[in-house]
């Protein structure tokens, strides 16, 4: 049974630092693709990090790259979003996702999702 549970969000001033957390259990495949989305009241989901956990592929969205780093870790089947220097743009509902193999940004490619951590940036 593939379970993710994020945790690690809530509320921070702007400029301020959060680190969101996703444990995964049940994923059994060789090589899968993890990652990060986000959605905000009226919006569209959107992609905001992935990487393929073998190592080969990362990917951020141009809106938090050189703010957020995606990691891993591999012994425990952790994913993380380090998030530094937020903005009140990036207040939204945040979700891990999983799908096998390849990568892509398209939220309805994934099957495996958590229930997803809230972050609130206040200016």
């Known amino acids: 049974q593939v379970q993710l549970v994020e945790s690690g969000g809530g509320s921070v001033q702007a400029g301020g630092s959060l680190r969101l957390s996703c444990a995964a259990s049940g994923i059994t495949y060789s090589s899968y693709c993890m990652a990060w989305f986000r959605q905000a009241p009226g919006k569209d989901r959107e992609g905001v990090a992935r990487?393929?956990?073998?190592?080969?592929?990362?990917y951020y969205a141009d809106s938090v790259k050189g703010r957020f780093t995606i990691s891993q870790d591999k012994s425990q089947n952790i994913l993380y979003l380090q998030m530094n220097s937020l903005k009140p743009e990036d207040t939204a509902m945040y979700y891990c996702?999983?799908?096998?193999?390849?990568?892509?940004?398209?939220?309805?490619?994934?099957?495996?999702w958590g229930q997803g951590t809230h972050v609130t940036v206040s200016s």
């Open positions: 996702a999983a799908r096998p193999s390849y990568c892509t940004g398209d939220p309805g490619a994934f099957t495996y």
């Open positions: 990487l393929n956990t073998d190592g080969t592929f990362t």
